[in-house]
Structures are given as structure tokens and as C-alpha cells.
């Protein structure tokens, strides 16, 4: 069975520090992996997705995720935080390993960011 | 493009109590997922429909949660009557081809 465990409950950087949420995955397959963010009083959004192409995938908001194999690890990164960063993120895996399966998710990161 | 449409956006309800919640997803997505996100957790799968039928609805608490998509197109989750432990935010996603998931604002649920 697919699961993703992210190792941080709560995250605080300063404005213009890098970000860096970490995120542990288990999968009997080759996953698909997925970031999502959701902010206050909002749906939750795409942020990047893994499936099997590039270890690097880059996504929106200058945010980027390396899938390590031998770490079965899917960091989310981001060399300088912005206020409008401060969101909860989710590290996520599709069941059965494509990408059109059901939705895994992790327990979230809050990302706090401070002026 | 318009995305996932909710409503309502928050409701408040004693237990045993029944509630509804409505659900538009994006135009010409065949395929919508409710999901009950409890505080200080992530979303889990409640229920998938591909068109008007259900793909998989195994997380479902069937003996007070019910369903469905009638046309294809809306769907309307409820409860039946709502304990304590269903305060959550639920969520609606839809996707084209089961790929990417949009996801709505979702409902705000508390049960008192």
C-alpha cells in the first residue's frame, strides 16, 4: 500500500530564506507524486507533480521537488521564501502507482514565513 | 475557466441532524471525488464517481453518508443524521481524465 509520511508539522522560515518541506514516501510501485498547497479559505492547489519522467520536477511559485529513490524521499524546496508562501502543504501519492489513481494524503506542513 | 463551485461555503448543525452539500465541478470532467479533510489532517477519499456512476465509495460510512451524481454532472454529498466526529471540511475534485484534480473551496462542516 501507498503512503507518504511528511516529517514537519509546522515550518517557519524568514522572508528571502530557503524553504524546505520534507516529505517520505512508502509504494509497492513506481509512485506518482504529487505537492499540493492550500491557503487560508482556499481550495487546494497543484503545486508540482512527479510521474517518472525527471528526478527534478519544477512547479509553480518557484517551488521544485527531487525524487531520491534510494531515499524514498520528495522534498519540496524553494531557495527564497515570500510572504504569500505562508500556506499548509501536502505531500501526496497516487494509489497503485499511475497517476490517475486515488489520492494519498500526507498530514500536511504549515509553512509559516516572517517578515 | 471556471474551477470547482461549493456550497455552502460553512454550516453549523446539532448531532443527529441531516446536511447536504452541493458540488459543480469544472465543465466536461467525467470524473468528481468527495473528500472529509479533518482538522490537522490531510483529505481522505470518500467517494468517486466516473459520470453518473461510482467507482469506488469503500471509505463511505454508508450506514449515514449517502451520494450521488445523478446527470453526470452535479453531485450532492449528505449526511444522515451527523455525529460529533463529522465536523471536517469537505472537499469536491473533479478531473478530465482522472489525472490532474481540481479542487473546490469545500464546505466547512461543524456538528454540535
Known amino acids: 500500500a501507498q503512503s507518504v509520511t511528511q516529517l514537519d508539522s509546522h515550518v517557519s522560515v524568514s522572508e528571502g530564506t530557503p524553504v524546505l518541506l520534507r516529505c517520505n514516501y512508502s509504494?509497492?510501485?513506481?509512485?506518482?507524486l504529487f505537492w499540493y498547497v492550500q491557503h487560508p479559505n482556499k481550495g487546494l492547489q497543484l503545486l508540482l507533480k512527479?510521474?517518472?519522467?525527471?528526478?527534478l520536477v519544477k512547479g509553480i511559485n518557484g517551488f521544485e521537488a527531487e525524487f531520491k529513490k534510494s531515499e524514498t524521499s520528495f522534498h519540496l524546496t524553494k531557495p527564497s521564501a515570500h510572504m504569500s508562501d505562508a500556506a499548509e502543504y501536502f505531500c501526496?501519492?497516487?494509489?497503485?502507482?499511475?497517476?490517475?489513481?486515488?489520492?494519498?494524503f500526507g498530514k500536511g506542513t504549515k509553512l509559516s514565513v516572517k517578515p | 475557466e471556471a474551477g470547482v463551485a461549493q456550497s455552502p461555503r460553512y454550516k453549523i448543525i446539532e448531532k443527529r441532524q441531516s446536511v447536504a452539500f452541493w458540488c459543480n465541478p469544472i465543465?466536461?470532467?467525467?470524473?468528481l471525488y468527495w473528500y472529509q479533510q479533518i482538522l490537522g489532517q490531510g483529505p481522505k477519499l470518500l467517494i468517486q464517481?466516473?459520470?453518473?456512476?461510482?467507482?469506488?465509495d469503500s471509505q463511505l460510512p454508508k450506514d449515514r453518508f449517502s451520494a450521488e451524481r445523478l446527470k453526470g454532472v452535479d453531485s450532492t454529498l449528505k449526511i444522515q443524521p451527523a455525529k460529533l466526529e463529522d465536523s471536517a471540511v469537505y472537499l469536491c475534485?473533479?478531473?478530465?481524465?482522472?489525472?490532474?484534480?481540481?479542487f473546490g473551496q469545500g464546505t466547512r462542516l461543524t456538528v454540535v
Open positions: 501526496v501519492v497516487s494509489e497503485g502507482g499511475g497517476s490517475q489513481g486515488n489520492l494519498i
Open positions: 475534485a473533479s478531473s478530465w481524465n482522472r489525472d490532474t484534480k481540481f
Open positions: 465543465s466536461g470532467h467525467a470524473t
Open positions: 464517481f466516473q459520470n453518473n456512476g461510482v467507482v469506488d
Open positions: 509504494s509497492s510501485y513506481s509512485p506518482s
Open positions: 512527479y510521474t517518472s519522467a525527471a528526478t
